[in-house]
């Protein structure tokens, strides 16, 4: 009964994260469930099998908002699902070597950790000013610059995200990328996607958040598949998941409209360094403390996003001029 409230709490946690910052959760939710008991290879397969029904939520709630590049997020998810199997391949090796379980984590300590950095860089080194459109959010960034003068064709236009023109070869090779990795990790590439849609390609954030559900949502769909040919999915535990993320996924969405893209990236960059650590902790065998963290981290990171939401609906719901002494 414990676990299974657990997996429900987990569950309304990785909702409010698909909603809000536009990932499947997997990179949580695979060491999440390793942490549980959970094999990590069968930790890799639940996690698949969760995310693609979570994300698929996630997307038609943004899809309805127009937060959804849908030409961008169907290129790049279907190409993704080719590295997903290169990356499954390399799973499956490490995992007759007895490697799988120590590799995968210093990946994801890895990664984790450069996003998270790269991010909090960019957030406290950029200037401040109350017109986003002026700000951060509305140039170019250069590593974006620099990757729209490749001129190989074919050239393709993604006017939903703001990008005029761009060689379909390097939509391609990000792609494969992303695939590899959430082959290799678990997870639907939202926490690669996301910032790759946002510094590489050039996309805003609120588009970028709508349009890595649709690359997630092909991913995981192909790697359940894979998984569960393989025998390697939990479906008591993947029911139980989805029916906490329903609640959480709305939650998220609607939080959207009422954060800055700014602040997105702030609490999507201190999340990601929280889950190395935490990871970290796992790897040197300290599990109750890696355990407390990522519970910790969980409950602060959706505080930060239900406060604003709920000061918001508190001002519909009691407007200050109609307040009574």
């Not at 590799?103 to 950095?117: C, K, Q, V």
């Not at 939509?171 to 695939?179: E, K, N, R, T």
Request: aromatic letters at 12%.
């Amino acid at each position: 009964m414990m676990d299974m409230f657990i997996l429900l709490f987990l569950g309304f946690f990785f909702g409010i994260l698909t909603g809000f910052l536009g990932i499947g959760g997997g990179f949580l939710m695979t060491p999440a469930l390793n942490i549980l008991g959970f094999g990590m290879v069968y930790a890799i397969g639940t996690s698949f099998s969760t995310i693609a029904g979570k994300t698929l939520i996630g997307a038609i709630r943004h899809y309805g908002l127009g937060n959804v590049d849908l030409r961008l997020g169907m290129i790049l998810g279907l190409i993704s699902i080719l590295g997903v199997d290169l990356g499954k391949r390399l799973v499956f090796y490490l995992e007759e070597l007895n490697l799988a379980d120590t590799y995968i984590r210093l990946a994801y300590i890895f990664l984790l950790l450069l996003i998270s950095i790269l991010m909090l860089k960019e957030y406290f080194l950029s200037p401040r000013t109350t017109d986003e459109k002026k700000g951060t959010e509305g140039r170019k960034y250069l590593l974006a610059s620099q990757i729209s003068r490749i001129k190989i064709p074919p050239m393709i236009s993604l006017p939903n995200s703001g990008v005029e023109a761009i060689s379909i070869w390097v939509i391609v090779f990000l792609g494969i990328l992303i695939g590899f990795l959430s082959g290799c990790m678990g997870i639907g590439g939202g926490f690669i996607s996301l910032p790759i849609l946002i510094y590489m390609i050039g996309t805003p954030t609120l588009i970028a958040v709508g349009t890595s559900l649709i690359n997630v949502f092909l991913t995981s769909c192909y790697g359940t598949i894979v998984y569960a040919l393989a025998g390697k999915v939990e479906w008591i535990s993947v029911l139980i998941i989805l029916a906490g993320s329903f609640i959480g996924i709305q939650v998220g969405v609607s939080a959207t409209q009422y954060v800055s893209a700014m602040k997105i990236r702030l609490l999507f960059a201190l999340f990601l360094f929280s889950i190395a650590i935490s990871i970290f902790l796992k790897q040197i065998n300290w599990v109750t403390l890696s355990a407390y963290l990522m519970a910790c981290s969980a409950c602060l990171l959706s505080l930060a996003i239900l406060l604003p939401l709920m000061k918001r609906r508190r001002g519909h719901l009691w407007p200050k001029g109609n307040l009574r002494s």
